[in-house]
Every structure is written in structure tokens, then in C-alpha cells.
């Protein structure tokens, strides 16, 4: 691999072919993974918005955040780096002054840019008892940024949905092209009992494998269910007002969700429900209707894209790689080889004799189409599922554990301690990521490939870690 092959470059230019004047609508689900939309194949979903998108544009499955937490992954989306090479691995940092956003660039060159919704994750901790004297720091030191980086920010409750999209659109001025990116609150932790009526029946979900038989869990991931139908509905009353402003021929409409669910082996995992995302994108006349991929896409390559869609090149120091050619069914696109992902700090939690992965854990992955070798650097931390440590799921797990009555998979992937340092995993047979390789004469070949990528990858993003060994 070289610096190319990595989709580094040297300058920011505009490029020659590509629509200047293309509207993009970026909507963010919070703790969404693959294939939690009715498009994937998963029963009962509900989610008829996202489904007939999928229908009029490309669905993607494989499709890879940068990190399995809220504020790296968002970094990687919005500086096409990873949250590494972009210093934000904690979730109380503010995205420092130089690191050059899809928005900068966007507002320099002539659209009209906007976040509303939720908290974007990227400006560091609030005043007041959350963000402590680290937010005192942050104010003081004029450190927020992203009031001066888009013309439109706002951080309203779902509720307020509808007045904020119309209030933005309100603002914009005539003509200009613009740049939206739209959060949700949902299904983010934690679930409401009445996201959706009538609520799923736990007793008729569909469980994944990694998860144990138990009504807490069952309980779990109904609750999550439906909020993930509330998202549809909510998508639905922003195409619709895209569509009556007669906005909707001429935007690239990208679904996404920023990372994975907080159920265990997901959000904070590198396993694939922490960081393998819906994606789900229709640009009208561009996108062959009803398309579908699985080119391995990362959460690097969204701010690369929107670029190139805008007809810009990457910044210096953007990792990621456009994926326009793919979006449009050009056949000159090749693939990427590998994605990789970063597990780093998580919430404003602090080391504690007490502290557990959810809060302090440091891993890193590299997959490619059918491996994926996970690095635990701190193996020694014990697991505990990120945000639902709490709820009756982990609970009965974990006596579960104790009782001996998990079965010999799941016990092992969540009561092993200490973890390995490496684990390899084949997801063409072992898609559930059960089965570490790591190790095995017959797969030495391809466990130092991917170690290579994988220390290649830290000289390039200057990672703080220790490279992986390689043999």
C-alpha cells in the first residue's frame, strides 16, 4: 500500500465533471447497525420510508464506520480521517481549530451549509455539571467551533423536527446549493417504551445469533426495534418537506446510521453490529433505482464523496476515498482492499479500580471482504456493553453466565478475561465473528496481511498505539 491506495491527498481543487450545484441531505441515525432496515431483509421492521428509498437508489452492505462510538465516527463522516489522525478520541475534545470539515469546504465554496438535531458530537463538553471544569477550559479558550464552520446550527428535540428543517430551508438563500445534515435521537440508548403503537411482541422478534435466548434480551431489542420505526417516520416528514420545496430531483439523499446498537458485542465493539451501518443513498438520474453493494465502504469516504459530488477534490490529510464511481454504477471503480476502525474513549467517565470497557478500552480493527483481524491493546479490561449495562438484557446475561447455562460461543465472547490480543475471524463461515483463527498455521499468510495493513495504517494516521506484532 502506498499513500494513494490510502485516498491521501495534496490539495483541495475544484474537479472537472462533477455538478456543482447538487444539493446533499446527510440523516444520521444514532446507535443504528446493519441490517436493521426492512430492505436487508430483516423481519418486521417497519420501515416503509427507508425501504422504498432504498427502492428509488443504492443500498449498501457493507458499509463501515470509522469507529463504534458516537463522537470518532462522526469525526471520521464530517473530516473524511480517522478520528486518530483527527486527535478525537475522546468524547469531551473539541474538533481542534485546523482540522479542515466537509463543511469548510462546502461554505467556501458556495453552498449553504446546515446541522440541526441532537448533539453533532464535535464541539467538546457543555458548561454546567456535564462538562465540569474540562467545559469551563473549552469556553474559556474559545475552543467550539462549528458556529463560525456552517451558516445553520441548531440542537433541538425531536419534536421539533418539522419547524427546524422548514426554518433552515427558510433560511437558504435563493439559488445556493446546500449541505444538511440531519441527526436523530433514535434508537439511541435509552429505549422508549412508546416509540411506536402497537409495539413490537418480544416474543416474536427475530434474535441475532450473538445474542442468548433470554426475555431481557428479547425485552432489549424490541425496544430498539420500534425506535428504529420512529426514525423511518421521522426521515419520512423530511423527504416530505424536501419533496414539497421541489428540492427532491436535484439533492443526493444519504441515510447512515453513525455506529452501531448498544446491545452487547455492538456499539463499542469491533465486531461487525458495532461498526457495519445502513446506508442508503438516491440522487435522482445519477443512482440506478434499486441497486445494491457490498463494496466495502468506510465512514472515511462520506466527506470525500459529498466532495466529489460537489465537485471538489479531498483536503490534505482526508484518508477517505470518493465513492461517486460506485454511486453511479461505473464500472472503472475498483474496490477498496480494506476498512479499518478504532475503538477509543467512551462518555466523559474517568480510570477507576472499577472502570470497565464500556467506559475505557483501546482496540483497532482491519477487515477486508471476508477476514477481519481485531488488536486489543488494553485485553484486560472487562467487557461490559456500552449505554445498556443496566437493562434487564446484560442483567439475566450475566447470571446467565454465572449459572453456566450461556452456551459456549456467547460465554466466550463476553466473559473471557482477559481477552486475546488478537483475533482473526473468516465472516464467510463464521459471520457471527465466534471462532478466533488468530494463529492457525493455515491462515498465517493472511493474519500478517492484514497485520501489515493494519501498521500501515497507524504510520499514516500517526496512531499512539503500539503496532501490532508482525510475524
Known sequence: MNRREFGLSLMAAPMAGADPKTNILFLLSDDHSYPYVGCYGYPDMRTPTLDKLASEGLAFHRAFQAA?????????????????????????????????????????????????????????PGMGARGGYLGEVVEREHLKTFATRLDFVDQSGPKDTVKVVNDFFDKLPKGKPFFFWVNFNDPHHPWDSNAISPP???????????????????????????????????????????????????????FMG???????????????????????????????????????????????????????????????????????????????????????????????????????????CV???????????????????????????????????????????????????????????DLDSDPNEFHNLSGKPELAEVERSLRKAMIEKCVFDYDFIPPPVLN
Request: glycine share 8%.
Open 68 to 124: 463504534p462510538q458516537c463522537v470518532p465516527s462522526r469525526t471520521a463522516l464530517m473530516t473524511g480521517r480517522s478520528p486518530v489522525s483527527a486527535r478525537m478520541g475522546r468524547f469531551n475534545s473539541p474538533l481542534p481549530k485546523e482540522t479542515v470539515t466537509l463543511p469548510d469546504l462546502l461554505k467556501k465554496n458556495g453552498y449553504f451549509t446546515g446541522v440541526a438535531r441532537r448533539n453533532y458530537h464535535l464541539d467538546g
Open 200 to 254: 413490537r411482541d418480544p416474543a416474536k422478534i427475530k434474535l441475532p445469533a450473538h445474542l442468548p435466548d433470554l426475555p431481557g434480551v428479547r425485552h432489549d431489542l424490541a425496544l430498539y426495534l420500534d425506535e428504529i420505526s420512529r426514525v423511518d417516520s421521522e426521515v419520512k416528514s423530511i423527504l416530505d418537506i424536501v419533496e414539497k420545496r421541489g428540492f427532491a430531483q436535484n439533492t443526493l439523499v444519504a
Open 258 to 364: 453513525d455506529n452501531g446498537m448498544a446491545l452487547p458485542h455492538g456499539k463499542g465493539s469491533l465486531y461487525d453490529p458495532g461498526i457495519n451501518v445502513p446506508l442508503i443513498m438516491r440522487w435522482p438520474g445519477k443512482i440506478k433505482p434499486g441497486s445494491t453493494t457490498r463494496e466495502l465502504v468506510s465512514g472515511e469516504d462520506i466527506t470525500p464523496t459529498f466532495l466529489d459530488v460537489a465537485g471538489l477534490s479531498n483536503a490534505p490529510g482526508m484518508s477517505g476515498r470518493s465513492i461517486q464511481k460506485l454511486m453511479r454504477g461505473d464500472a472503472s471503480y475498483k474496490g477498496r482492499e480494506h476498512i479499518f476502525a478504532a475503538r477509543l474513549q467512551h462518555g466523559s467517565g474517568t480510570m477507576t479500580p472499577e472502570t470497565k470497557s464500556s467506559v475505557w478500552d483501546l482496540s483497532r
Open 367 to 425: 477487515r477486508n471482504q471476508r477476514y477481519k483481524l481485531i488488536y486489543n491493546v488494553t485485553p484486560f479490561m472487562e467487557y461490559q456493553p456500552v449505554d445498556s449495562a443496566r437493562d434487564p438484557g446484560w442483567q439475566e446475561m450475566m447470571q446467565a453466565h454465572a449459572a453456566g447455562k450461556l452456551s459456549k460461543e456467547i460465554d466466550r465472547i463476553y466473559f473471557t478475561n482477559p481477552r486475546p490480543i488478537y483475533e482473526l475471524y
